[in-house]
């Protein structure tokens, strides 16, 4: 967590959320980093669930499995794409609404090598990496901000910044 900077693009930590007991029972993370950042009146929560080992069959969590369970309706989803140095990554961009409440949720898988949008291509992949190199460790990353076009853009422009420096962390 320490890796992980707490004040990114002038969005700066305004508290931490630990998950309930019976939300770590079911996710089973190696560890994980849940925070709420605040810019102007904005806030913007930052969740990453790191599995140094994964295995075949096993998967991380999906948010748009879990959305649902939890209420929220999913009224379109498409892929963004971010910035990272001099590389162009894909993640999720999900809007999502409860109580006329709307939220922007942006997610993604990474690992050592690389980021992925798509949880079956993660699987294959895994299982790749496993037979290659036995290299199994990932974590999945999630953004939740409110769905308003001025803070989309800055969401996309903190989730660059958490891309690589989760790769740094990876890389230790």
Not at 23 to 49: E, W
Not at 97 to 125: C, H, P, T
Not at 127 to 154: F, L, Q, S, Y
């Amino acid at each position: 967590s320490d890796l992980i900077d707490r004040e990114i693009n002038g969005w700066t930590v305004d508290g931490t959320q630990p998950l309930a007991p019976n939300v770590l029972r079911r996710l089973v993370p190696t560890s994980y980093l849940s925070r709420d950042y605040q810019k102007d009146n904005q806030h913007l929560g930052l969740f990453i669930a790191y599995y140094s080992q994964q295995r075949a069959g096993e998967s991380m969590h999906s948010p748009k499995h879990c959305l649902p369970g939890s209420g929220w309706e999913i009224w379109k989803h498409e892929p963004a794409t971010l910035e990272v140095g001099l590389r162009r990554v894909e993640i999720n961009e999900y809007f999502i609404q409860k109580s006329g409440e709307r939220m922007l949720v942006l997610y993604w898988y990474q690992s050592r090598d690389r980021v992925i949008a798509n949880e079956y291509l993660g699987k294959l992949l895994l299982i790749r990496d496993t037979v290659r190199d036995g290299e199994t460790a990932g974590a999945i990353a999630r953004i939740t901000v409110a769905d308003r076009p001025d803070v989309a853009t800055d969401a996309l422009g903190f989730s660059a910044r958490i891309v690589q420096q989760m790769q740094a962390c990876f890389r230790m």
